[in-house]
């Protein structure tokens, strides 16, 4: 088991850094490209809501990203520094009440292009597990 | 990420390239803003150098709709990857926006001739 941790304040643009820790984590490990592409929107969605809704966008807090590679899986574990959310209410941006709505998909794209999410410590820590199969 | 605009006919058209993301999103929000004010009535996104689209840059498109609906404007989309309609056919945006193969069939759509 192999795991590489990053933290970065919560401002916007450090969205890249996660892409490229994305991108290296690819190289390096040697990634499937349907997976690498699954990777890249759940884990910079799940980072975007920790910056966004998580820290308020607060550059003195911080996002940490942690990555746990195992034989059969990569797992990305996404803590931000924030109050929590109820994650056992969320609304189906599919619904045609909602669909039209500019926010609110991060979360049901996460849960579609992961194998596993968990939520733990109120919300304020997200778990994304990719399957290498 | 990089957007480039051009005009061909009616076709007001912004190119995306890169990755649309939370950071990103803003640029395509602003050309797209710019584009409404200039009064463009056929808004064509040419996705064909698009890596992939986040929920952040999704949004931008949607914030649009019911202002592109008021104003009488088109919106199209061409040349998106497996990976990036992937994300519009999860959330069923697929349905609501007009998404084609290519730029000569949203030519054809807004029913410009051939150049």
Do not use: W
Not at chain 1, 51 to 77: A, M, P
């Amino acid at each position: 088991m192999e795991s590489i941790n990053i933290q970065i304040p919560s401002l916007m643009e450090n969205i890249r850094i996660i892409e490229s820790f994305i991108d290296n984590t690819k190289d390096i490990y040697n990634i499937d490209d349907d997976i690498y592409g699954n990777i890249m929107i759940a884990v910079t969605e799940s980072v975007n809501n920790a910056i966004k809704h998580g820290n308020k966008e607060d550059k003195t807090k911080n996002v940490n990203l942690s990555l746990i590679l195992k034989e059969n899986e990569v797992r990305f574990v996404v803590e931000d520094q924030g109050p929590g959310f109820d994650f056992t209410n969320l609304s189906d941006p599919t619904l045609p009440e909602n669909i039209d709505k500019p926010g609110g998909r991060g979360i049901f794209l996460m849960k579609h292009l992961s194998d596993e999410v968990h939520f733990t410590d109120n919300g304020r820590k997200v778990e994304l597990v990719f399957y290498f199969d | 990420m990089e957007i480039s605009t051009s005009h061909e006919g009616s076709m007001h058209i912004i190119a995306v390239n890169g990755d649309l993301d939370a950071s990103s999103s803003i640029v395509l929000d602003r050309a797209i803003a710019e584009a409404v004010s200039a009064s463009k009535h056929n808004i064509v996104i040419d996705c064909n150098q698009l890596n992939y689209i986040s929920s952040a840059g999704l949004g931008v498109f949607m914030s649009y709709l019911q202002d592109f609906q008021d104003k009488n404007i088109s919106l199209l989309l061409f040349g998106l990857n497996e990976k990036v309609m992937n994300v519009f056919e999860i959330l069923g945006l697929d349905q609501l926006l007009t998404i084609v193969p290519s730029k000569e069939e949203a030519r054809m759509l807004v029913n410009d001739p051939l150049l």
